[in-house]
Structures are given as structure tokens and as C-alpha cells.
């Protein structure tokens, strides 16, 4: 297309870099059509552009710019567009306001249902599994079980009547997610990795990626430790070909969880602190927030209360601006877990109470499951004895993304120490199980959190839970202890996450 233009024949340089565009972007060089796009898009007229627009909207999203997409769809005439132009613009826009966090649950759930029903008027497999994908990550935020079933169904249904490898692997793609948010997690791995293989053969590096990210997830949830580890870099690796470093981000943000729940502090730190990196200079709420907000739990565990309180007041501001109920059930957690670290328990309470009140009452289906319960059920405990908060316990098993063995494990011994403390129990199954999966983290929260079940006195918490646990294992973890996640929070980073 370069050549044709430079040649004086604007009308073949279109079509060139149209059909060259399109096998960059599912193929993993989005940036390399990007510039071959605003080539020909200032050089030529008329109603070829909005075509060529339409591709530059594919290839910005592909790297995760959504900001800068919604700005490309909103310059498109979109009288002017065909059925299928349509519906792939209906499609970009719903999957950038939903994965860039950059409109109000409301604006996302309407545009998520806009373009899956332009999407079916068109009879495309492909168009209609894109737009169930972005349905089904909605109905994950919205705690929507019974939508994600129903998907489930669909796609499951879509794949059987295909013979196109192309549907096969969204279509595997989209159920291995529907089930890893539901929490089947051996059944996710085993759709997962069959659209791997075969978007591995047309090299579609943008689900590839998705794949790598929600196999980690499943391995991490499973107990699959190293199997996880390699995953996730997997899709830090794609996402750096493809240029996203907003996905970059989030696959560090998953793997420092992934260190913290195993103990090694000083890696988590690092995968914390690469992943704020790689926010960028215009980084989306939902990354923003997830991310302070995870980093903050790590802080508490390192006993550096000041930076947790500061981390989470900044991913609450976001997350309030956002209009984003799981980014506030995530940010209130944090600070709920920090009042309790600090013995502030009736602030502790009243935060807890807001979270109820974001959540409806239901659980969450993604990472705040598990965190969620423990803070219920403390608050039950604390406010209406050790048989209720039992009671909340056992009717609240957590599901889902959020069901990793490490807040299993952390559940369980939690519910021991409880038992304990009225003298109808002992903590010791659920802290050698502990051990034996080496989840040295868990111990360390717990410890912050005041629910040491091996210590029984509050004095216990002289020392961070981190510093406990390698006094207590000494030689288990021999990296240092670092004293804070990160050195500094870029006040530039803040702003421009808190901009919807």
C-alpha cells in the first residue's frame, strides 16, 4: 500500500491495506497496520475512509488503546456504514468501554447488548462469538451466574453445529472462560487449551494471549503453581509482540498475586512494580484500580500501613469516578482488611457494610470472592457470635475466578482459628496443608490480619507477616523482605486513571 500510494494510485493503495490490515491485526502485528492505516487514511477521500477507520479502531484496541478507540469510532459517519460495518463497530466500542473500564456499568451493559444484536442480524459466527465474549466478561462483573450458563450453552451449541476452525476456537474460547468464572476450572483448561492449539496454527496472537491469561487463572486456582508461572508469561510474551501494555500489565498484576499467595515478597514487589510501568501514559480505570488495589494487600503483609492506606485511597477515588461496582468491592476490601491489620475494627465494620451494600448481598464471582467471605464472616463473628458467622461461612462458598486454592486454604484455616478461639478446635490441618502447598503468603496475611492461627496473642503482630513467616521458616524464602511495593506512586499515573 505504501508503494502503490507513492506511485499515485490511491484507490489500490485502499485495497491493499485493507486486506494487509486485516491479517496483521489477527495475527499480531496491530502496530504495524496501525501505521500503514493513518498512511493511507491522510492521503486519500471519500467513503473508503471509514472502512480504513474502522480498521485503525481494530488495530488500537488490539494494543489496548481504548481511549484512543472510542475517539477513532466516534470520527466514523456511521450512516454510511454496511450491516457488517456495523456490527464490528457496535463491537470495538462495546469491547472498549468494557476492558478499558472507561464508561459506567450501565453505558457498558447497553453497548455490550447493542453489538451482539447487530452482530446476529448479520448471521456471522465470528461477529456474534465476539461480541458473546465481551456478553460474557460483563455478565462476570455484573456476578451474573445464570447469564454465564446460558452463554455457556450457546457457544457450547455454536461450536458442535461448525466445522470452521475459526468459530471452534472462539467458540472454545468464549465457553473456557464462561467456565472459569463459574469455577470449573479442569473443564476450563481443557476447552482453553483446545483453542490454543488451534489459534496457535492461524496465529491469532489476540485470543492467544486471552488463552495464556485464563490458563493461568485456572492453574493458579488449581494449585498448579509453576504451570501458572509459565502461563502468565506466556501472555506477557504475546502481549508484548502485539505491543499492549496495558494486557502486559495485567498479566504482571495476576503473576505478583500468584508471588504474594507463594511468599516470595520481593518478586511480587517487582511484577507489582513492572505492572504499574506498564500502565503507561494513559492508563484505564479498570487496570489502574485492580492493580493499587492488589497491591495494597501486599503492603499490608509487609507491614507498611501507610502505603496500603495511600494505594487504596487512590483505587477507591478511581474506582468511585468509574462508576465501577467490582473495582469499589475490591478497593472497600483493601480497606476493611487494612482497619482490621490496624485493630480498627468498628471502621472496619462500617466498611463492610458498604461492601454489602455495593455487592447486593451476592458474592463476587471474580478475584474479591474469597476476601469477601473472610471479611463477612469476621464481621459476623465480631457483631453476632461464632455460630452465625459460621452460618455465613458455610452458605458463602466462594466460586468462580476468585475460588484460588490459596483463598481456599486461607477460608478454611481462618474458620479453624475461629474454632479455636472458642476452644472447639485447632488451626493445625488447615496450617500444614498450608505448608505443604508452600502458599508461606497466606500465612503472612493472616498474620497481619491478626488471624495468625499459630499465634495466640494479639502481641504476636510486633512484626510484619512477612518477617513472621521467615522467622518462622527460616530459609524457605531467601529473598529480602522488601520494606514497600513501590518506591513512589506517579501522581501523573493517578490523574490520567481517574479520567473516564
Known amino acids: 500500500?505504501?508503494?502503490?500510494?507513492?506511485?499515485?494510485?490511491?484507490?489500490?493503495?485502499?485495497?491493499?491495506?485493507?486486506?494487509?490490515?486485516?491479517?496483521?491485526?489477527?495475527?499480531?502485528?496491530?502496530?504495524?497496520?496501525?501505521?500503514?492505516?493513518?498512511?493511507?487514511?491522510?492521503?486519500?477521500?471519500?467513503?473508503?475512509?471509514?472502512?480504513?477507520?474502522?480498521?485503525?479502531?481494530?488495530?488500537?484496541?488490539?494494543?489496548?488503546?481504548?481511549?484512543?478507540?472510542?475517539?477513532?469510532?466516534?470520527?466514523?459517519?456511521?450512516?454510511?456504514?454496511?450491516?457488517?460495518?456495523?456490527?464490528?463497530?457496535?463491537?470495538?466500542?462495546?469491547?472498549?468501554?468494557?476492558?478499558?473500564?472507561?464508561?459506567?456499568?450501565?453505558?457498558?451493559?447497553?453497548?455490550?447488548?447493542?453489538?451482539?444484536?447487530?452482530?446476529?442480524?448479520?448471521?456471522?459466527?465470528?461477529?456474534?462469538?465476539?461480541?458473546?465474549?465481551?456478553?460474557?466478561?460483563?455478565?462476570?462483573?455484573?456476578?451474573?451466574?445464570?447469564?454465564?450458563?446460558?452463554?455457556?450453552?450457546?457457544?457450547?451449541?455454536?461450536?458442535?453445529?461448525?466445522?470452521?476452525?475459526?468459530?471452534?476456537?472462539?467458540a472454545c474460547l468464549t465457553e473456557g472462560f464462561c467456565l472459569m468464572v463459574t469455577g470449573a476450572h479442569n473443564a476450563a483448561i481443557t476447552e482453553l487449551t483446545r483453542s490454543e492449539g488451534i489459534l496457535q496454527s492461524l496465529s491469532w496472537d489476540v485470543d492467544l494471549r486471552m488463552v495464556a491469561n485464563g490458563l493461568g487463572i485456572c492453574h493458579t486456582n488449581l494449585g498448579n503453581f509453576k504451570a501458572a508461572e509459565a502461563a502468565f508469561k506466556e501472555a506477557i510474551a504475546i502481549a508484548n509482540r502485539l505491543g499492549d501494555s496495558m494486557r502486559q500489565s495485567h498479566s504482571y498484576d495476576n503473576l505478583a498475586v500468584l508471588y504474594d499467595d507463594l511468599g516470595w515478597f520481593e518478586r511480587a514487589a517487582k511484577a507489582y512494580r513492572r505492572a504499574l510501568e506498564l500502565c503507561g501514559p494513559d492508563p484505564t480505570p479498570r487496570q489502574t484500580a485492580s492493580l493499587l488495589s492488589n497491591a495494597a494487600t501486599l503492603s499490608i503483609t509487609l507491614g507498611n500501613f501507610s502505603e496500603a492506606n495511600e494505594l487504596l485511597n487512590s483505587a477507591l477515588e478511581i474506582a468511585y469516578e468509574s462508576r465501577v461496582s467490582s473495582l469499589i468491592v475490591a478497593a472497600l476490601a483493601g480497606k476493611a482488611d487494612l482497619h482490621v491489620a490496624r485493630a480498627e475494627h468498628e471502621l472496619a465494620w462500617k466498611v463492610v457494610e458498604d461492601l454489602q451494600a455495593t455487592t447486593g448481598g451476592k458474592v463476587p464471582l471474580d478475584g474479591n470472592a474469597g476476601h469477601y467471605a473472610r471479611l463477612l464472616t469476621l464481621y459476623t463473628w465480631a457483631t453476632k457470635g461464632l455460630d452465625a458467622a459460621l452460618d455465613v461461612l458455610n452458605a458463602m462458598t466462594s466460586r468462580g475466578i476468585g475460588n484460588r486454592l490459596a483463598t481456599r486454604l486461607e477460608i478454611r484455616t481462618f474458620r479453624e482459628h475461629l474454632l479455636t478461639k472458642h476452644s472447639k478446635g485447632s488451626a493445625a490441618l488447615g496450617v500444614s496443608i498450608i505448608e505443604l502447598q508452600g502458599l508461606y503468603g497466606v500465612l503472612a496475611r493472616l498474620h497481619a490480619l491478626g488471624l495468625n492461627p499459630l499465634v495466640k496473642t494479639p502481641s504476636g503482630r510486633t512484626i510484619s507477616g512477612a518477617d513472621w513467616v521467615l522467622k518462622r521458616y527460616p530459609g524457605v524464602r531467601p529473598e529480602p523482605v522488601p520494606l514497600s511495593v513501590f518506591d513512589e506512586l506517579p501522581s501523573r499515573l493517578m490523574a490520567g486513571a481517574k479520567t473516564a
Open 1 to 170: 500500500s505504501h508503494h502503490l500510494l507513492r506511485a499515485g494510485r490511491p484507490d489500490d493503495a485502499v485495497t491493499m491495506v485493507g486486506q494487509g490490515a486485516e491479517v496483521a491485526i489477527a495475527t499480531g502485528a496491530p502496530n504495524e497496520a496501525e501505521r500503514a492505516l493513518k498512511e493511507v487514511i491522510g492521503a486519500v477521500e471519500g467513503d473508503a475512509i471509514n472502512a480504513l477507520q474502522i480498521l485503525l479502531a481494530r488495530s488500537v484496541a488490539a494494543q489496548g488503546r481504548y481511549r484512543e478507540t472510542l475517539e477513532i469510532l466516534n470520527r466514523i459517519d456511521v450512516n454510511g456504514l454496511s450491516l457488517v460495518e456495523r456490527a464490528t463497530t457496535d463491537a470495538i466500542r462495546a469491547e472498549a468501554l468494557h476492558r478499558g473500564r472507561l464508561g459506567s456499568d450501565q453505558e457498558i451493559a447497553e453497548a455490550t447488548k447493542r453489538a451482539l444484536a447487530t452482530a446476529r442480524v448479520t448471521g456471522s459466527d465470528i461477529l456474534i462469538l465476539r461480541a458473546l465474549q465481551i456478553t460474557a466478561e460483563v455478565a462476570a462483573d455484573a456476578i451474573d451466574l445464570e447469564g454465564l450458563l446460558r452463554l455457556q450453552d450457546t457457544v457450547h451449541r455454536m461450536r458442535d453445529e461448525s466445522s470452521s476452525d475459526e468459530v471452534t476456537a472462539l
